[in-house]
């Protein structure tokens, strides 16, 4: 398999996130039914391609081999990124918390699938543009030749994301 720069992976990565944050949006601003199966699938994807695998690669591989390279995990980009991380969890916790209740047409639990989601959507696009013009220009930086081909080789292993799942969830949102 050629060799693909790591921040254009993760990159890749946000151009398939996006496409499923504006099919979130519009489902959700659409008149009738509420989607709760389009939502659930949502959710499954944010949980485990967005936060599973492109969380997991940076905060497992990409942020410790910046740390490596002098730059600061507890401030600066990185600290806003893992503290951002850890919010959108918060959010995703709140759609799933409330989805059931929202499928069996709870308004309440609806209104909150559709607050916890907006807040997601509005936390994950800021979040993507600092990433791909903050964080990942100052990876491109500062990460030597050497560091750059030990985090691909991290990439390409897998580390601890299961390759069928993130599959899945790419041809999930590359259809959308």
């Known amino acids: 398999m050629p060799f693909e720069h790591p921040v254009t992976e993760l990159k890749n990565d946000h151009r398939l996130i996006e496409r499923v944050l504006s099919a979130l949006e519009g489902k959700l601003a659409g008149a009738g039914e509420f989607p709760s199966e389009f939502v659930a699938q949502a959710l499954a994807f944010f949980a485990e391609f967005a936060d599973g695998h492109h969380h997991y690669r940076e905060e497992e591989v990409l942020f410790p081999a910046l740390a490596a390279s002098g730059v600061s995990v507890e401030s600066g980009p990185i600290g806003v990124m893992l503290h951002e991380h850890t919010l959108g969890r ?17 308004s309440g639990a609806q209104a909150a699938v559709r607050s916890y989601a907006a807040q997601y959507i509005e ?6 543009w600092k990433e791909d013009n903050i964080l990942f220009a100052m990876a491109e930086r500062v990460l030597d030749g050497e560091a750059v081909q030990s985090v691909a080789a991290r990439f390409q292993a897998g580390g601890g994301t299961d390759p069928a799942v993130t599959e899945r969830h790419a041809a999930f949102a590359a259809a959308l």
């Open 90 to 106: 918060k959010f995703l916790a709140g759609i799933r918390e409330n989805l059931e209740g929202a499928r069996k047409g709870d």
């Open 123 to 128: 936390l994950l696009r800021g979040h993507i």
